[in-house]
């Protein structure tokens, strides 16, 4: 019985976060319909921050807090210079997106070198849960994930600011001709997608390699649990991330990483056949 | 192919080589113009390293090691009368760029030796090129043996190598369970191939063995399976980030209090990203580490340092491709000829003096006998555990 519940908390914590590193990509993908294909680097920026910061002799929490302000405002500058441009046009997002990202990862080569950067640990301390030993940090970012995703719910769902960005969103003509700014909203929806990116990569930097790679580890995922639960909705978020994070964990546990792998990617395509739209998007037909 | 090659190039091989050398005898008659003679009859020699797409830190340090012996033996007049100069080309961590890379450096630079890459992918991919043109490659990276082919001269730590006389040490002090836990490929399971071998002949239990396909960032369920399984050592031949973010993981999950963490492949690289607890007490093997309490190895470390900046890693990597990079530049000097059979024939049978002890390259299977070491790190340096000296590897043409 400890065995199955190992595994279900072991669980819960890879969803949660990968839903922390989903979020950011669901309301500039999802929600905006902009593949971002530099979302992995915004994350990486996140997780840089944290390296200048401490490197200043900064403390972690400080940076946490400094990471989303710096890429809601890199978010900004993206938005201005490279996104508002082809907004309309979805294959050349692509395109341009993807050369952002290797244009930020070098820029990250130069200024930093290629090896990992050290990052402090901040709760090292590890608590014990049923018979095992569990580590703190863990939990400070599930709590962190489910407040985020609380948050971002009630912003878009129930505040006005959310409603008229989904407005803006659903019918852009429609929204501009009621007197709404579209231009503002497209701005503020990106950089707050940006700034979740930010967070998301300070957020995982004490338990994971910060290199220049980083970013790409997550993206493909966080990709997928969108696909699978759903283009723009939150909700569908939550249940692509659940199914993608949990199967994988399951199966790496009782198995290992390299059917986990399979099982994972087998059932992206089982479920985007059966629902092109993802889970929440009804089926076929 | 030939005529084909020759038709499309107007300024021919054979065309240039002529001029190179009517350039040469009017510098040897002392007609003028010395430093272009000795500039166009300068012997080429390739690098393939990666410097982008993953590997770059490990492509850097072995182009700073093959640049700093290249650089030496031009302030020392260079070789047979010539200046060596090195052509550097970026394999991009990826197979096919390296085949083309190899193709150019062969083709259009000329050059008598190539030396690199990193990973063994790349090497395969490249095998059957550097034998089609027989130039010989100068492998200077740690791999999994095997590799028996006249134009591929290794200076590489290899299985049988590392794990025959650390495993016995791992069981004497840390205990006899053992995990194994490694990235899917070739490297790893060769190593671990080894591992088992060694460590039941020891009189050590394998307790589990796992690999991990690259670019995984969760392993909590690698932790979790490792603490259950009760082993007192874990063997980690996981590379690169994803063994970083392996052990941060394994650190927080407070893994390292049951359990010694053996980590095959490391070294000073791996230090700047893990924090003093993280990287404390992880036990190692290598045929150099920077902190060596040797003459030679202090001497090898201010080297680097002088040239390449304080901050410059001094690691296996630099030392090897350094080390190989001297065979070849001797070996050129005995063949007496810059001629690609002769060097091969002249480069191996002696030994050089290493960041650690003396080193033979056979001429058997042109591997190196390399010494090896068993180190510690404790805050954040290398610490000696135990000095092996030289290990002979088995004779990689009969495996």
Partial sequence: MAAVLLIALDAANFTLALLLVTLGLVIIFGL???????????????????????RRGGSFWVALLLAP???????????????RHVYRRFIDTILATWGLSISLKQAVIVVFGPTAQQVENPL??????????????????????????????????????????????????????????????????????????????????????????????????????????????????VLGTTLIASAGTVVASVWTQIAAQLVVFGLAIVVIRLFPRGLTGGRRG | MWSVRTAARPFSPSRRRWVQGAAASTAALGLGLPHIG???????????????????????????????????????????????????????????????????????????????PVTSANRDAIQPTIDRFKTPLFYATDYE????????????????QWVSPFVPFLRQNYGDTFYLFGSDYVWPRKMNEAVR??????????????????????????????????????????????????????????GKTKTKLAWLGYSENYI????????????????????????????????????????????????????????????????????????????????LQSGNGMVRLRTEDRHADLNVVIAETRDQKQTLLKDLGRVKASNQCKT
């Fill in chain 2, 38 to 116: 000795r500039a166009a009859d300068s012997i080429k020699v390739g690098v393939l390293q990666p410097l982008s797409g993953g590997l770059e830190n490990l492509g850097q340090q072995g182009v700073q090691g093959t640049q700093l012996a290249i650089e030496e033996a031009n302030e020392a007049g260079g070789v047979l009368g010539r200046r060596l100069d090195l052509v550097i080309a970026d394999d991009k961590t990826d197979p096919k760029t390296a085949v083309e890379r190899t193709r150019e450096l062969i083709q259009r630079d000329q050059v008598v030796a190539i030396f690199g």
């Fill in chain 1, 124 to 237: 090292p301390q590890t608590v014990t849960i049923l018979t095992t030993l569990y580590p703190g940090y863990r939990l400070f970012i599930m709590a962190v994930a489910v407040l985020l995703a609380l948050g971002t719910f009630f912003l878009f769902y129930r505040t006005r600011l959310g409603l008229v960005a989904r407005a803006v969103i659903a019918n852009r003509p429609m929204a501009a001709s009621l007197g709404l700014n579209t231009r503002r909203m497209d701005r503020m929806t990106f950089a707050f997608g940006a700034a979740l990116a930010g967070l998301a990569g300070a957020v995982m930097a004490p338990l994971m390699s910060v290199d220049p790679q980083m970013g790409v580890g997550f993206l493909i995922p966080a990709f997928l649990s969108i696909l699978v639960g759903g283009t723009g909705s939150l909700l569908g978020t």
């Fill in chain 2, 197 to 254: 071998t060694a460590a039941e002949a020891a009189g050590g239990r394998i307790v589990g063995e796992e690999y991990t396909p690259f670019g995984v960032k969760d392993f909590t369920s690698t932790v979790r399976k490792i603490e259950q399984s009760g082993a007192t050592v874990l063997v980690l031949d996981v590379v690169g980030a994803d063994a970083i973010t392996f052990v941060k993981q394994f650190v927080a999950a407070g």
């Fill in chain 2, 145 to 160: 043996g095997g590799v028996c082919d006249r134009y591929i001269i290794c200076y590489s730590g290899l299985p049988d």
């Fill in chain 1, 32 to 54: 905006m319909n902009v593949i971002n294909m530099a979302h992995g680097e915004l994350f990486l920026l996140g997780a840089y921050t944290v390296v200048l910061v401490e």
């Fill in chain 1, 69 to 83: 302000l710096a890429l809601a405002v890199a978010g900004l500058l993206i938005e201005e210079l490279v996104i």
């Fill in chain 2, 272 to 351: 700047p990203g893990l924090t003093r607890d993280e990287s404390e007490g992880i036990v190692t093997v290598a045929n150099f580490i920077s902190t060596l309490q040797k003459p030679e190895a202090r001497a090898f470390v201010t080297k680097v340092r002088k040239r390449f900046g304080d901050r410059a890693i001094v690691s296996n990597t630099v030392d090897a491709h350094y080390m190989l990079a001297r065979f070849f530049i001797e070996g050129v000097r005995r063949a007496g000829a810059v001629d690609k059979e002769k060097i091969i024939d002249a480069v191996s049978g002696f030994s």
